[in-house]
């Protein structure tokens, strides 16, 4: 039997603002395109316009970490966390966002 992943990263690319945040804390699934400065879902399936631009991409993961830290640290918010059980967005930490 198949083990389906918990949870989702939808990253909507067509809205990164290329800050480089996401590549700079989780290197391990995050890097920055030098083409055009946006960052990269490494192993993630690109959805793409018809003109062939990839504007999001997905990765199914077993679970959170490190992958809210992402998620958390994205000024724009175009990287969202989905629990695939329900459906719903992974609300955020609230101990990484006290200041």
Same mark, same amino acid.
């Given at each position: ?15 990164? =603002? !290329?800050?480089?945040?996401? $590549? ?11 083409? *055009? ?26 679970? =959170? !970490?490190?992958?809210?830290? $992402? ?11 989905? *629990? ?16």
């Amino acid at each position: 039997m198949v083990k389906k992943s918990a949870f989702q990263i939808v990253y909507h690319r067509a809205g990164c =603002i !290329e800050c480089g945040a996401c $590549a700079k804390l989780v290197p391990d699934f995050w890097k920055m395109n030098p083409e *055009d400065n946006k960052a990269v879902l490494i192993g993630g399936t690109d959805i793409k316009s018809q003109n062939g631009v990839i504007m999001k991409q997905t990765l199914d993961v077993d679970g =959170i !970490e490190p992958h809210w830290v $992402a998620f958390e640290c994205c000024p724009i918010k175009v990287i969202k966390l989905y *629990d695939k059980q329900t459906n719903q967005l992974v609300p955020l930490r609230k101990e990484f966002n006290k200041k």
